[in-house]
Nanobody, 115 residues
Framework: QVQLVESGGGLVQPGGSLRLSCAAS????????MSWYRQAPGKERELVAA????????IYADSVKGRFTISRDNAKNTVSLQMNSLKPEDTAVYYC????????WGQGTQVTVSS
């Protein structure tokens, strides 16, 4: 079955960096576009970034452009999100999922940006 396991979250000060990872299994990872979403308390889940199956065609939410970078390693079945210049408004639970089939979600990883 499809499994997505996120890791790498934590508490970081404003301006700091974190790198999130998502380990995928149960499907042909190298053939599937992937996405990162986030959900802050009291808000709807929103798309943060997405990447095509070959590692090209990245898209980003306006709020993270220039600060976040999505990447993938098809040999390791992982997708990552490098987050730099973090702001308090980036605080949320971050999830990875398949870009065009969002019926399965991981448990998420908490990112808290606070001084």
């Amino acid at each position: 079955q499809v499994q997505l396991v996120e890791s790498g979250g934590g508490l970081v000060q404003p301006g700091g960096s974190l790198r999130l990872s998502c380990a995928a299994s149960g499907f042909t990872f190298s053939s599937v576009a992937m996405s990162w979403y986030r959900q802050a308390p009291g808000k709807e889940r929103e798309l943060v970034a997405a990447i095509g199956s070959t590692g090209a065609n990245m898209i980003y939410a306006d709020s993270v452009k220039g600060r976040f970078t999505i990447s993938r390693d098809n040999a390791k079945n992982t997708v990552s999100l490098q987050m730099n210049s973090l702001k308090p408004e980036d605080t949320a639970v971050y999830y990875c999922t398949r870009r065009y089939n969002t019926n399965v979600w991981g448990q998420g990883t908490q990112v808290t940006v606070s001084s």
